[in-house]
């Protein structure tokens, strides 16, 4: 149980263009859906969190009007790159968890998104 | 603000030998700790936890880890080491955020090579 997976696995585009991925809780419904970046040899870094039916929360330094986050029910989340730019190439991650606090986040297994 | 530290970043070891990875964190309530590992090409996968009770936690294939509060720390061992458990190693704290809401924050992580 506790499947999460990301759709696509990997995205090349081009300079200026949007991306959007999508992150699925497979059984179990995400109260909370959240969106990593990781950095080559880095750890991961939080971006934002989201809860169903609400706006996301973004962490200090990430633009929000550059990376959208949408929560529409409780086993999707997306998250789209606007206007990317080569400096946005990373390893996008998501994770989801079923209740607030300190439950456990299930971890899915990222986009690679590369621009041109 | 929340941290945490491994301080290794590159373990290699032989097969059957014994394995502590450290880690430390930088936080002064309440924490949650996990360990996840990444093996190579999988998303993230949880090791094990601890939220409160027997500071000494065990979780999946064999692992365990300590929880030391005078230390700040977290340790993960395994008293004999397989091949099979090559991979990356993160350490993490679920923390109060500055946004209001508890996210985990994560070390860098240990890239753990065992040799046959």
């Known amino acids: 149980g506790a499947v999460v997976s990301q759709h696509p696995s990997r995205v090349i585009c081009k300079s200026g263009t949007s991306v959007k991925i999508e992150c699925r809780s497979l059984d179990f419904q995400a109260t909370t859906m959240f969106w990593y970046r990781q950095f080559p040899k880095k750890s991961l870094m939080l971006m934002a969190t989201s809860n169903e039916g609400s706006k996301a929360t973004y962490e200090q330094g990430v633009e929000k009007d550059k990376f959208l986050i949408n929560h529409a029910s409780l086993t999707l989340s997306t998250l789209t790159v606007t206007s990317a730019h080569p400096e946005d190439s990373s390893f996008y991650i998501c994770s989801a968890r079923a209740g607030f606090g300190a439950d456990t986040q299930y971890f899915g297994p990222g986009t690679r998104l590369t621009v041109l | 603000a929340q941290s945490v530290s491994q301080h290794n970043h590159h373990v290699i070891l032989s097969e059957a030998a014994s394995l502590e990875l450290g880690c430390n964190y930088s936080?002064?309530?309440?924490?949650?700790l996990f360990w996840y590992v990444q093996y190579p090409g999988q998303h993230l996968q949880l090791l094990l936890k601890?939220?409160?009770?027997?500071?000494l936690v065990k979780g999946i294939k064999g692992f365990e880890a300590e929880f030391i509060k005078s230390k700040f720390s977290f340790n993960l061992r395994k008293p004999s080491v397989q091949w099979s458990d090559t991979a990356e190693y993160f350490c993490a704290v679920n923390a109060l955020g500055n946004t209001g809401f508890q996210k985990l924050v994560f070390g860098t992580g240990t890239r753990l090579l065992v040799s046959p």
């Open positions: 601890y939220f409160s009770g027997d500071p």
């Open positions: 936080y002064g309530g309440t924490v949650n």
